[in-house]
């Protein structure tokens, strides 16, 4: 009689643990969920800023062709057709690229994706379109040295990201450091088998110490209204996702950013 009863007792608190065990399961289950949904929110956070990042520029070029054309019309009192196509051809190069950027964005984290051979000079070009009001507006000389058209295989858009950001930097600060004779060199070479791109400016150099700290997210140095994105997700796409190496030293008149692949 002892025996069962310590047998139904034990029966008992068997049932009441199973019972606790699938609560305490159902109460992680809950907070699994909650943490995903969290982790879920903050990617589409960094994700929208990201975008947010990348579209300010062409943004900001859109407007600075359109405020030319307004120019032109309030001063002279008419524009020619050319001007207009000019701009219309700017401008929907401009919109290209922010389509593109979506694409971009929305494939980063994929493995499918396809990397094709470009031509890296052809990249340059592509990208001193979109920048050159700016940089015009400015005062800012670009000098392109093509030792070597070198040809590579990779994600372009990806790669043309890159430099609008690095020579977006160059612009910000040789602007808010009054530089006089503000200039950016953009030298392409073949060296080892392996692609180099170097992009310096005249603005005195990086401060910040170590200087690999440019590449921390949300790092900001002396740039109003930074979100401290720009290089870190370059540095991303360069390395995780072409195999390549990006890097940043200072010389005798300012950073130079040197992209390997």
């Known amino acids: 009689m002892i025996k069962d009863n ?68 309030k001063i002279q009192g008419t524009i020619s057709n050319e001007d207009i196509i000019e701009t219309i051809d700017k401008s929907n190069q401009v919109i290209k690229y922010m389509s593109d950027t979506i694409e971009d964005f929305r494939n980063f984290f994929a493995v499918n994706k ?6 890296i000079a052809e990249q340059i070009s592509a990208v001193l379109n979109i920048v050159k009001t700016s940089l015009t507006n400015n005062n800012i000389k670009v000098n392109v040295i093509i030792n070597k058209n070198v040809k590579v295989k990779g994600f372009k858009n990806e790669y043309s990201q890159v430099l609008i950001n690095i020579i977006s930097n160059a612009k910000d600060i040789l602007i808010s450091s009054k530089i006089k004779n503000p200039t950016i060199v953009i030298r392409l070479s073949f060296k080892d088998k392996k692609s180099l791109l170097e992009i310096e400016d005249n603005a005195g150099g990086v401060k910040c110490k170590p200087m690999d700290k440019v590449f921390d997210p949300f790092f900001t140095y002396k740039k109003k209204g930074g979100t401290g994105i720009g290089l870190f997700m370059s540095r991303l796409i360069i390395q995780n996702n072409m195999n390549g190496k990006l890097t940043v030293h200072n010389n005798s008149k300012g950073a130079c950013f040197s992209i390997v692949l």
């Open 114 to 119: 396809q990397k094709e051979q470009f031509f």
């Open 6 to 73: 310590i047998i139904l007792q034990l029966e008992k608190e068997n049932k009441a643990l199973r019972r606790q065990l699938a609560s305490l399961k159902n109460e992680n289950n809950l907070k699994d969920e909650i943490v995903i949904q969290q982790s879920k929110m903050a990617s589409m956070g960094e994700m929208i800023n990201n975008i947010a990042h990348q579209w300010r520029q062409p943004l900001m070029e859109i407007s600075s062709l359109l405020m030319n054309s307004e120019a032109k019309l």
